[in-house]
């Protein structure tokens, strides 16, 4: 299985999340889809610190950006995820990557290694958690799951990639056009039971703030300076 991050101006808690894979799972290969809005070299220093890790990387201009408007838990959040693992699925495309692989954000990062063993050991064509988007939302497909992280395997998802761009809550976009979508291709869609929404069951924790994440690395004694 192949890791892939994403980080569009978040270097400092994608490289975290990425220490945290190279310790538990060191000999797993990991990309890092960089998205930039001008130019590659608005992460210079970035990169440096990939090249240390020994992490590939690709860049891509990013097609969307919504200023002062945040995604988080917004209908934004539709191009925000979406762009980015479209952009994943089409450089495993492109790149002839035939195993499966992990697509997870910049700030989700793991403490046990739980999930990825659970998604190493067992075959899949999606594998999802779950994530609820807000109330008071119609048209809610049967499950809706949690975009940070998603396991899938790219030559097996052909007729289900690219997923749609759009303004949409991103739990109900791929809820149909990812999760449904493949049921009714009737591909191996299995559920990932560490990410049950906010209960991570002790693999890492759902959080935005950079000195969490650290509190929770070093209380599993994993390095990140």
């Known amino acids: 299985m192949t890791i892939f991050y994403k980080n569009y101006k978040r270097d400092d808690r994608t490289l975290l999340s990425i220490k ?3 310790y538990l799972f060191p000999k ?3 990309y890092c889809l ?3 809005d001008e130019s590659p070299s608005e992460y210079d220093n970035f990169i440096s610190q990939l090249d240390i890790l020994k992490v590939y990387y690709f860049h891509r201009k990013k097609a969307y950006n919504v200023g002062s408007l945040s995604a988080t838990g917004s209908s934004y959040n539709g191009y925000y995820f979406t762009e980015g693992i479209n952009k994943i699925y089409n450089f495993c495309i492109e790149q002839k990557i035939t195993d ?5 954000d910049e700030d989700h990062f793991f403490t046990t290694g739980t999930t990825i063993q659970f998604l190493l050991d067992n075959n899949f064509d ?3 958690g779950s994530w609820p988007a807000p109330s008071g939302i119609k048209n809610r497909p049967p499950y809706e799951c949690n975009a940070s992280i998603v396991g899938f395997n790219p030559f097996n998802l052909t007729e289900v990639f690219p997923l749609p761009e759009k303004k949409e809550y991103v739990e109900i976009l791929w809820g149909w056009e990812l999760v ?3 049921k009714k291709l009737n591909k191996k869609v299995i559920t990932i039971p560490t990410r049950d929404y906010i209960n991570y069951h002790g693999d890492g924790i759902h959080t935005n703030n950079i000195k969490e994440i650290k509190d929770e690395l070093t209380k599993h004694n994993i390095p990140y300076e």
């Not at 499966?100 to 997870?104: A, E, G, I, N």
């Open 126 to 128: 999606l594998a999802v």
């Open 180 to 182: 449904e979508a493949s």
């Open 34 to 36: 960089i998205l930039f």
């Open 100 to 104: 499966k692989v992990l697509s997870v």
């Open 20 to 22: 945290s894979v190279k």
């Open 28 to 30: 797993l290969k990991i």
